[in-house]
């Protein structure tokens, strides 16, 4: 199962990447591939939701069906094994939920920059009919 996970690790590394290279500013010359580029991986990067909600669901089935400790009844080493899992399962939320949040945004400053890209081109063009 570990491989999943790195899966989803790159995909919200690839997604913070194209989210910071789009909010630089001095970007300019770059800017116009960089939307051409991140427009077509917007779709491919969809699937990262249906992803994410599997292991979502993959946390809450192992959170359910883990032996519990308590009392006397659990060794030590029982004990580490309960909370290391536990760890886990917060670390994979948290980067589920980074990757849907990065998501998010790279969906929404895509449209904005393109939008303002496009009212940068209608202001020339009717600075350049006055």
Not at 57 to 86: A, F, N, V
Request: net charge positive.
């Amino acid at each position: 199962m570990a491989l999943e996970w790195v899966v989803l690790g790159y995909a919200a590394g690839a997604e913070a990447l194209m989210v910071l290279l789009l909010t630089l500013p001095g970007l300019d010359g770059l800017r116009k591939g960089l939307i051409a580029v991140t427009r077509g991986l917007l779709k491919p990067f969809l699937s990262v939701v249906p992803f994410c909600l599997f292991l979502l669901m993959d946390i809450y089935w192992k959170y359910e069906t883990r032996p519990s400790c308590e009392g006397d009844s659990c060794t030590p080493s029982d004990h580490l094994h309960h909370q290391k899992s536990i760890m886990k399962s917060q670390r994979n939320a948290l980067l589920i939920a980074a990757a849907l949040l990065f998501y998010w945004l790279l969906y929404s400053i895509t449209g904005l920059v393109v939008k303002v890209e496009q009212l940068n081109q209608r202001l020339e063009r009717l600075k350049n009919r006055d």
